[in-house]
């Protein structure tokens, strides 16, 4: 079992920054390719960005390329998401999600374990 605890979402406005961050605890947090998704209101979660287990490989969708870095400290059992140059179309509830070994996934339903969601809100 792995929990995760998510942090950092909020209220900025469009071209502003934040950085989400989630704590992961139980099994061993390096056995997991971890990502975000998002889910908008009245759409559909949606893949935003994955990293492999070590941290050296990163994948992104293509409305966020250029704009958001996933990071993970696997000492740490943290994973990041900071987000650049927010727009009013990047607002939905962030879920940070595990999935078990190497290969990453952009299908929600491939990920094991997920946080309780965050919200992110960016105003025009």
């Known amino acids: 079992q792995v929990q995760l605890v998510e942090s950092g979402g909020g209220l900025v406005q469009a071209g502003g920054s934040l950085r989400l961050s989630c704590a992961a605890s139980?099994?061993?947090?390096?056995?997991?390719?971890m990502g975000w998704l998002r889910q908008a209101p009245g759409k559909e979660r949606e893949f935003v960005a994955a990293?492999?287990?070590?941290?050296?490989?990163?994948y992104y969708s293509d409305s966020v390329k250029g704009r958001f870095t996933i990071s993970r400290d696997n000492a740490q059992n943290t994973v990041y998401l900071q987000m650049n140059s927010l727009k009013p179309e990047d607002t939905a509830v962030y879920y940070c999600?595990?999935?078990?070994?190497?290969?990453?996934?952009?299908?929600?339903?491939?990920?094991?374990?997920w946080g309780q969601g965050n919200r992110v809100t960016v105003s025009s």
């Open positions: 999600a595990a999935r078990y070994g190497s290969n990453w996934s952009s299908r929600p339903v491939d990920y094991e374990y």
């Open positions: 139980g099994r061993d947090f390096s056995d997991y390719t």
């Open positions: 990293v492999n287990r070590s941290g050296r490989s990163k």
